[in-house]
C-alpha cells in the first residue's frame, strides 16, 4: 500500500480517546431513543480484514469481531443491509432506533473464510465493496467470482469500489481535466460492469453504491460519482441521517487498534449530527493549513453547548461560536495536518440520553497538487 494510503491509519492511532472520557457512562447502560425523539439514523460499520495478524491496520482479530458481534446481538441492535436502510431514509419513512450495516471493503478472502461464517450463522446480511481486477486477476488474498456467487446466493450484497483500488481523485502527470474524468468514468463503469456479468444484472442496482478506494475523494469526485448515479460511500466516521451527504456517507470503520468495547459501544450509539450546511465543500487541502471547516446544525436533540471538535493526531481542536440561532461554528487544527488522510471528529452528547452525535469531515492535505484549470 502506497504511504499515503498508511497516513489515517497512523494517525488515527494517535487521536487520544478523548471522547470516550466525555462520555463517562458505560455505553453500553444507555436507553435508546425513540423516533419521536431524533430522526430517523442508522449505523453503518466497515471491516477489511478478519483474523490476519500481519496487516493490523486494516484488519480486527477473530475474538474482537465474535464480541461485536455478541454486543450487537445482546443489546437489541437490528442489522439491515444497507440498501435498504438507504432506501427507508431516502423515502422518509420511519425506523427503530439501533440499527446498523455491516460493510466490508476490498474481497479479501478472510471475508470468505472468516466473516462469512460467522455472519450466515446469525442471519445477518452485509455488503462488500469489490475492486474487480483484484477478483479478475485472481490475486492470492483475495476471493473469487465462484465464492462471491456463493456468498451471493445466501444474501450477500456485492457493490462497487473501483475496478482499480487507485487514488482515483488524483491527477496523473499532465492530465487534463477532462481526460481524467473519461479516465475515473472508465474505471467505475468498467467495476459495475464486471459486477453485473458475474454476478447477474441487478447486482448493486437499488441504489448503486460507490465506496471510495481508501475513503479518498475530492469535490470534483464526488461529484462525478453523483453524475454517475451512485450513492458515494466514505470511510470518515460517523453516524447516517436523512441530512447526511449522500455522495460520501460515513462508515465507522473498524481494525485492531479502535476495536475495544466501549469505543465499539459508543459508535454503534452514536446519532448523525444535524449538518445543514459545511464550508468548503471539498476535502481536498492545497493551501490553507490547518483548514479551517465552519458547520450550521439543524435543529436537533443534541446540547449545543458540548459541540466540541477533534483533529487527527492532536486532539482537541479550535471551535469558535459563530451564531447561535441556528448554530454554527469555526473549526481549526491548532497545529498544520500531515501529509495524506485526517479528519476533524465533531461531537455533541444528546439530551438525556448520555449518546452522542457526531459527524466527521475527511481532509486530503496535498500541498504539492497542482490544478491548472483552477
Known amino acids: 500500500m502506497m504511504r499515503i494510503s498508511l497516513q489515517l491509519h497512523r494517525l488515527w ?11 463517562g457512562l458505560s455505553a453500553w447502560w444507555l436507553p435508546p431513543v425513540s423516533a419521536r425523539e431524533t430522526p430517523a439514523h442508522a449505523v453503518a460499520l466497515m471491516y477489511h480484514r478478519f483474523g490476519e495478524a500481519a496487516h493490523p491496520a486494516t484488519s480486527i482479530t477473530l475474538a474482537q469481531f465474535e464480541a461485536q458481534l455478541a454486543y450487537l446481538a445482546d443489546e437489541g441492535f437490528r442489522v439491515w443491509p444497507l440498501t435498504r436502510i438507504l432506501r427507508r431514509l431516502r423515502e422518509g419513512g420511519e425506523m427503530p432506533d439501533r440499527v446498523v450495516a455491516i460493510t466490508i471493503d476490498d474481497a479479501y478472502r478472510s471475508v470468505y473464510e472468516q466473516a462469512f461464517p460467522r455472519l450466515r ?30 456468498m451471493q446466493r445466501a444474501g450477500v450484497e456485492f457493490a462497487n469500489h473501483s475496478t ?25 463503469e468498467r467495476a459495475q460492469t464486471r459486477l453485473q456479468q458475474e454476478l447477474g444484472t441487478d447486482t448493486n442496482t437499488a441504489p448503486a453504491l460507490f465506496a471510495y478506494p481508501y475513503g479518498e475523494f475530492d469535490a470534483r469526485l464526488a461529484a462525478l460519482v453523483r453524475e454517475l448515479g451512485y450513492v458515494g460511500i466514505g470511510q470518515h466516521s460517523g453516524a447516517v441521517g436523512a441530512m447526511s451527504d449522500y455522495t460520501a456517507l460515513p462508515r465507522y470503520p473498524m481494525a485492531e487498534a479502535f476495536a475495544d468495547r466501549e469505543a465499539f459501544a459508543r459508535k454503534a450509539l ?19 493549513n490547518p483548514p479551517v471547516l465552519e458547520l450550521t446544525l439543524a435543529p436537533g436533540g443534541y446540547v449545543a453547548d458540548g459541540f466540541d471538535c477533534y483533529a487527527s493526531g ?22 498544520p495536518l500531515p501529509m495524506g488522510r485526517a479528519r476533524y471528529n ?14 466527521s469531515q475527511p481532509w486530503i492535505i496535498a500541498p504539492g497538487v497542482i490544478d491548472p484549470d483552477g
Open 314 to 335: 492532536q486532539g482537541r481542536a479550535e471551535v469558535q461560536r459563530l451564531e447561535d440561532r441556528p448554530p454554527r461554528y469555526r473549526v481549526r487544527a491548532r497545529e
Open 164 to 188: 482499480s483500488h487507485g487514488h482515483l481523485w488524483l491527477r496523473e502527470a499532465g492530465e487534463e481535466r477532462s481526460a481524467w474524468a473519461q479516465r475515473v468514468r472508465r474505471d467505475i
Open 270 to 288: 452514536s446519532l448523525p449530527l444535524p449538518v445543514s450546511e459545511a464550508q468548503p465543500g471539498d476535502p481536498l487541502v492545497r493551501e490553507q
Open 13 to 23: 492511532r494517535r487521536l487520544p480517546a478523548v471522547v470516550a472520557v466525555c462520555a
Open 346 to 359: 465533531c461531537t455533541a452528547p444528546a439530551a438525556g440520553s448520555g449518546r452522542w452525535y457526531w459527524y
Open 121 to 150: 450463522e446469525r442471519g445477518w446480511p452485509f455488503t462488500v465493496f469489490v475492486s474487480t481486477d483484484a477478483v479478475d486477476e485472481r490475486l492470492p488474498d483475495y476471493m473469487s467470482w465462484e465464492q462471491l456467487r456463493e
